[in-house]
């Protein structure tokens, strides 16, 4: 129908509301994806703005607004005709369903490290909780007949598992909720993010083999960024819900930690240059925008900008003059070189959808993993000096289907040699409740 997310069908089932990754907005077209119109522009554009329902009647929407990776929502109340909003005020969660059409939510809140659902009333603005207990409590929906209010509980658990090519082994080095590896140039070490508790995540770093762990960091919000060409310094990100995001750079012993200087927006990746002296950054500086890529000289010389409107950079190529890097959604989805010379963002691949390319070992190819029909195949396409030279050829289908994303983030990677895989298995446990109405 489109390419979107966020959809909420009309009342009368005609037409669907919707966001875009691309462009900042909410959307309307028919159900066939036809007569598409922006119904809401918002003027912050370092906000995110989606529909969440229709009130009743259906000529206004509730929306939600929200920075990245914070767990506030603000409320507002578009109407559809004048294209105007209201303020409804602001709720600490997010799992948000009508409780009384019109009048209340129910949404899913953590509060001192426990989660539960609670009722926020449009005309008040009070909040009133609905659900107790350890939790994690969330996906609130009441029932249609008025029995009362279905949810979920349950928790997450897994692996992170290590796949040898040529042997065919598998290994479980990580027995825990694990996600985000990021494999060293020399493929003897991962990084990885677990998720210990709610709002609390740590950044740890392994051999292969899953021996010589060491915590590095813990956080509200932790992302993995990429290993520097020694095997031992590395990047990383960190959201936190009172302060701007950052990037550090820290040794694989958790020493050395370095702040990288803010860049005017949150950052959604980080890659050192080969000669270990600059590490580019790739900012969202406007929601619904691509994403601007600067660098940030180690010595600690102010960073300047590279190119605007670019994509999320992966790799540097083994010479310097070049980056890669992928666009996940919208219309300009695919893979992407930047020249650092010529300071230009070139597309290599339009359409493909991946989530990370990388530069092989020599220089002359670069790698990258599609899934299709269950199946994932990572290509080799062979590259010279800024210039495709061919086309792409399945380098390695692999015997099993692994989750490509999980919780925002990377579920895998592979060693430059493809001859290992390291990737996430989330799992857990859950149930489904009816709290009946008294």
Not at 59 to 75: I, Q
Not at 99 to 108: K, Q, T, V, W, Y
Not at 155 to 183: C, N, R, W
Not at 342 to 355: F, Q
Request: glycine share 10%; hydrophobic share 35%; net charge negative.
């Amino acid at each position: 129908m489109v390419s979107a997310s966020y959809a909420v069908p009309s009342l009368d089932g005609t037409s669907i509301f919707y966001v875009k990754s691309d462009i900042p907005g909410i959307f309307r077209a028919a159900n066939s994806g036809l007569n598409e119109e922006l119904v809401y522009k918002p003027d912050d554009t370092g906000r995110r703005f989606i529909p969440i329902a229709l009130f009743p009647g259906g000529d206004d929407l509730l929306v939600g607004s929200f920075r990245l990776r914070s767990p506030d929502t603000r409320l507002l109340k578009l109407n559809l005709s004048s294209h105007k909003t209201v303020d409804l005020g602001e709720i600490p969660g997010a799992d948000i369903v009508w409780a009384e059409p019109g009048n209340s939510i129910l949404f899913s809140r953590a509060v001192n490290g426990l989660t539960n659902i609670w009722k926020y009333s449009l005309q008040d603005r009070s909040l009133t909780q609905i659900t107790f207990g350890t939790g994690p409590d969330y996906s609130p929906m009441p029932d249609p007949g008025g029995k009362g209010i279905y949810y979920v509980n349950g928790k997450s658990s897994g692996f992170l598992t290590v796949y040898q090519v040529h042997s065919k082994e598998s290994k479980d080095i990580v027995s825990e909720d694990a996600t985000q590896p990021t494999m060293s140039p020399d493929g003897k070490r991962v990084m990885y993010i677990t998720f210990p508790a709610p709002n609390r995540t740590e950044l740890w770093v392994s051999d292969i083999d899953g021996g010589k762990r060491v915590k590095i960091t813990t956080g509200e919000d932790l992302d993995t960024g990429t290993w520097a060409p020694d095997n031992f310094h590395l990047s990383f990100a960190e959201t936190r819900a009172s302060a701007r995001e950052m990037v550090y750079i820290v040794g694989a012993d958790g020493s050395g930690l370095h702040q990288v200087p803010p860049m005017g927006g949150p950052p959604w990746s980080s890659v050192w240059s080969p000669d270990q002296k600059s590490v580019y950054v790739s900012i969202l500086e406007k929601a619904g925008s691509l994403l601007n890529i600067w660098k940030w000289n180690v010595d600690g010389s102010s960073p300047e900008k590279v190119v605007d409107n670019c994509c999320s950079v992966t790799d540097a190529h083994p010479s310097g003059g070049y980056l890669v890097g992928v666009v996940l959604a919208g219309e300009k989805t695919g893979i992407y070189e930047v020249s650092i010379s010529d300071k230009k963002c070139i597309p290599l691949l339009p359409g493909v959808l991946t989530h990370g390319a990388t530069f092989a070992r020599d220089g002359k190819s670069f790698l990258y993993a599609v899934t299709s029909s269950g199946e994932v195949t990572i290509y080799r396409q062979p590259w010279k000096e800024g210039k495709l030279m061919g086309a792409p050829q399945a380098a390695l289908k692999v015997p099993f289907t692994f989750q490509v994303n999980y919780l925002g983030g990377n579920a895998y990677d592979f060693s430059k040699d493809l001859s290992t895989i390291v990737y996430g298995r989330p799992g857990g446990h859950a149930e489904l409740y009816l709290l009946s109405q008294k």
